[in-house]
């Protein structure tokens, strides 16, 4: 793996840390995303990936909440938020997604295939998330002190290996927040027509506690995200964070078949627009650094050897 | 070779053995514990003697093989219990899509020493799902080693290999008949072969017939014992000398054991014995390397017969199993319809 200073990175700060610099974090995941859905238009880049914007503050709210050196992450296939949120890494994560040898994997992994540090995700729903109750065995068994994060998604409710993992975190009293990304869309299948009952019922089933919040406020869903992480470490129990974060993307590159009145009024609740209006002035000079950071970075994964 | 007398007593040595030889082993797996010890009695004393490192699960076998993965991508040694080869589907996308292709996919950076240790096989009158020798599905798999031992070698030393010596998923299929089988020290009228080396670590058994070498028998696990009872029928009643090709490494083929075998000379007849029915199986792979091998070192063309199990569901009564399941008479006839 090649050597990565981070200086060309995403600043990255744990907890109370500025709203500034969330913002920097949160308008850069959105920024990397779209500079990824250009270079797919535009045939730069084939193969496929899946972009989280409008779901960017969930992941940096998430992410703050949790301790870099020691947590452990296991991310889905809509993951590059994830990942930047965790290490602000966007060279060797654009260089990956380019299929370049510096890429984080060697361009073996791409878009969904991520592993950095204690940073991994897998393309198929729900059967990372088992990997995660594993991975937050393993650090319980070595008394590490760490809490893994397992990322998922509404439409991962569906598949069966969930509930054999939550099952095993909550009778196992394993360290593990399970940090639900309830965009309300499975590919192009709204929730209503794949989900019965509820998301929070189904956590409390297997005794674990869970909170709910919108998704489009940061300070909300880092405190939520706190309590759950900081409980999990303390309690040595397994925890639940929903966040009815809004995917304002396409699933994958063109394919979203929601209508525009739906998401005109989607964009309206757009979370990092809001975040950038809580920052203020100092917004304009963080929107040029991170202009300047996706024009650099693109022309070095451009540059670099296949 | 361990002083066991049965696979069963020899897999449990080998168990207990790793637990006390390092703390990063772990057994999990349904019904495991004291004092029932697992379905097949092979995990029997390990809880009451390691009680924090072996783990009762739920029934998910998905779930398990996930919690393993994680596991061994954190440093651990896993090893797994599948109470029945037949539930080995249910874990399928965890052996495929997670625990055998993280090495790969995440650039080498990553290892995932995980043993899925699982019985196979049937005649004892189990039915359609609980009886089946479901293996072949998984050879060549990338990332993923499968294993299987029987009778003529030392199960416990295999079952260390597996989990010490490679560092990528292992499916380790252990045959259900063949856990009383008495472990075979030297078979008389044979001379013993055991080719091993770095990319084939897992022996393969070869026992040549002392003085004329009339064919090949090939097998693996349970199909051992009825091979060498068919060898020394057919030596017997035909006269004829049949030697012993017994792999343990199923998957990756062990190319180079097959072509160590052939450089000793080709056979004119082959055939390959597994338990499972032949089309799309292990024979099949067999055959297909071999036939490379003998094309590539210029040899005399072979004769080749599959022996394996009527492509069907396998019956619950026992007469209408032993109907479908392969037997030694099935063997002798396919190797006198050879020659």
């Known amino acids: ?306 | 070779m361990s002083k066991e007398t049965t696979v069963q007593a020899s897999l449990n040595a080998g168990l207990r053995a790793a637990l006390a030889a390092d703390e990063r082993v772990i057994v999990l797996g349904e019904d495991v514990l004291d004092p029932y010890g697992g379905a097949f009695k092979v995990t029997r004393g390990l809880s009451a003697q390691f009680s924090d490192r072996v783990l009762a699960t739920p029934i998910s076998e998905a779930g398990i093989v996930a919690v393993a993965t994680g596991l061994a991508l954190r440093g651990f040694r896993p090893i797994v219990e599948i109470m029945f080869g037949d539930f080995l589907f249910l874990a399928g996308d965890q052996i495929v899509n997670h625990a055998a292709k993280y090495r790969a996919m995440f650039n080498d950076e990553v290892r995932v020493p995980l043993v899925i240790r699982t019985p196979s096989g049937g005649r004892r009158g189990y039915g359609p799902t609980h009886s089946q020798s479901l293996e072949k599905h998984f050879l060549g798999v990338p990332g993923l080693w499968v294993v299987a031992p029987h009778s003529l070698s030392d199960p416990g030393e295999l079952l260390r290999q597996a989990i010490f010596d490679v560092d990528d998923p292992v499916l380790f299929v252990e045959n259900k008949i063949g856990y009383g089988e008495a472990i075979l020290r030297g078979i008389p009228g044979y001379e013993t072969v055991r080719l091993g080396d770095t990319a084939s670590p897992f022996p393969t058994l070869w026992l040549k017939p002392h003085g004329a070498n009339d064919g090949l028998l090939l097998c693996y696990g349970g199909m051992a014992r009825l091979a060498l009872d068919a060898a020394a029928a057919l030596r017997e009643r035909e006269q004829l000398r049949l030697g012993l090709v017994i792999a343990a490494q199923l998957s990756p083929t062990p190319t180079s054991h097959l072509d160590a075998v052939l450089r000793a000379g080709a056979p004119s007849c082959v055939v390959t014995v597994e338990e499972a029915p032949a089309a799309g199986g292990w024979g099949a792979e067999i055959i297909a390397t071999i036939e490379q091998i003998r094309d590539a070192r210029r040899l005399a063309p072979i004769s080749y017969r599959r022996v394996g199990a009527a492509n069907t569901a396998i019956p619950s009564a026992r007469a209408l199993e032993d109907g479908i399941l392969p037997q030694v008479q099935d063997i002798v006839a396919a190797a006198l319809d050879c020659f």
């Open chain 1, 1 to 306: 793996m090649p050597a990565h200073d981070g200086s060309a990175g995403l600043a990255l700060t744990d907890r109370a840390s500025a709203l500034a610099e969330h913002y920097r974090l949160a308008a850069g995941i959105r920024a990397f995303e779209r500079l990824l859905l250009d270079q797919f238009a535009s045939g730069r880049i084939g193969g496929t990936t899946h972009t989280c914007i409008g779901q960017e503050i969930t992941a940096v709210a998430v992410t703050a909440a949790l301790d870099r050196a020691r947590d452990c992450v296991f991310s889905n296939h809509r993951g590059h938020g994830h990942f930047l949120a965790y290490c602000g890494e966007v060279f060797p994560l654009l260089a990956e997604i380019f299929g370049r040898r510096d890429g984080v994997c060697g361009g073996r992994g791409g878009s969904q295939h991520l592993h950095w540090r204690n940073f991994y995700s897998n393309g198929v729903q729900g059967g990372s998330v088992g990997n995660a109750v594993g991975v937050a065995l393993a650090e319980k068994a070595k008394c590490s002190g760490a809490v893994t994060c397992a990322w998922l998604g509404d439409g991962t409710f569906g598949e069966g290996l969930v509930y054999e993992a939550m099952n095993i975190a909550s009778l196992w009293r394993l360290p593990i927040v399970f940090a639900i990304e309830a965009n309300g869309i499975a590919q192009t299948t709204p929730t209503e027509l794949q989900l019965a009952g509820g998301l929070a019922a189904r956590c409390r089933a297997f005794d674990m506690p869970v909170e709910e919040v919108p998704g489009t406020d940061l300070a909300e869903t880092l405190a939520v995200a706190t309590r759950a992480v900081d409980a999990a470490r303390a309690e040595q129990r397994p925890r639940a964070l929903i966040s009815h974060a809004i995917r304002l993307g396409p699933h994958s590159k063109g394919d979203d078949t929601r209508g525009t009145a739906q998401m005109r009024r989607a964009w309206a609740r757009d979370p990092v627009a809001m975040l950038r209006s809580e920052v203020g002035a100092a917004a304009d000079a963080i929107d040029r650094d991170i202009t300047a950071l996706m024009h650099d970075t693109l022309a070095r994964a451009n540059e670099t050897a296949p």
